[in-house]
């Protein structure tokens, strides 16, 4: 019996040694980073209607919109992609953020009239959508949106 007296009074320290490891504020400092500047950091997904994950980094903004019906801002501080503003698109601009990875650049000329012509996209809008898929899909055309002619 001695043995289990023994036993019992190391278990109740053995109990109040765990008690303390877990209180330190070990959830504090990971959710510190993932915020900064109002900007939090968002796992690599395939954003809709895009076909393909991503080559830039995601990130998700708190919205601004502005007279002209464009939102900002389009990037974050860090230059990822702002997933509240590729929302806010992904309507007006379904063509151009969906057209994928490998496009020429008359392919995407075409998707963006197809997004004025189609899904009432202002040229404005139009402008933003195709700078959020250039940076979501790694593009480098020297492409001027607002002089994309539609016929």
Known sequence: MA???GACSSSPS??????????????????????????????????????????ANLCSAALTTTADGNATPLLCSSG????????????????????????TQGQVESAMCDDIAHNHA???EEASGYKLAATYYGWSFNLDPTRVTCS
């Open 3 to 5: 043995l289990i007296v």
């Open 14 to 55: 053995a109990s109040t040694s765990p008690t303390p490891s877990p209180s330190p504020t070990i959830a504090s400092p990971s959710s510190t980073p993932s915020s900064v500047n109002g900007e939090t950091p968002v796992p690599q997904q395939v954003l809709p209607p895009a076909p393909d994950l991503p080559v």
């Open 122 to 124: 202002t040229r404005p």
């Open 80 to 103: 990822a992609v702002n997933v509240q503003a590729w929302r806010f698109y992904a309507s007006v601009s379904a063509s151009v953020l969906g057209i994928g990875l490998n496009p």
